[in-house]
């Protein structure tokens, strides 16, 4: 169950930076002025990185009190 959780952020984690980074290099280019999608993207990846932190800490915290 934890592993499953686990690939499934990962996995939607990587394709949130993609999309970051193609928006980000899209605005460089001058190709697009939405700051909004860059705000969007900036918070799913902090929320994913606390998410994925908290699946690591509450999983060490189950195992050790076994």
Do not use: C, D, P
């Not at 499953?4 to 952020?9: F, P, T």
């Not at 193609?22 to 190709?31: P, S, T």
Request: hydrophobic fraction near 65%; avoid cysteine.
């Amino acid at each position: 169950m934890v592993f499953s959780a686990v690939v499934l952020i990962l996995v939607t984690l990587i394709l949130v930076v993609y999309e970051f980074l193609g928006i980000y290099v899209a605005r460089k280019k001058g190709l697009t002025k939405n700051v909004s999608r860059l705000i969007t993207h900036t918070l799913m990846i902090v929320l994913l990185i606390i998410l994925l932190a908290q699946i690591f800490y509450f999983g060490i915290k189950v195992v050790t009190a076994q």
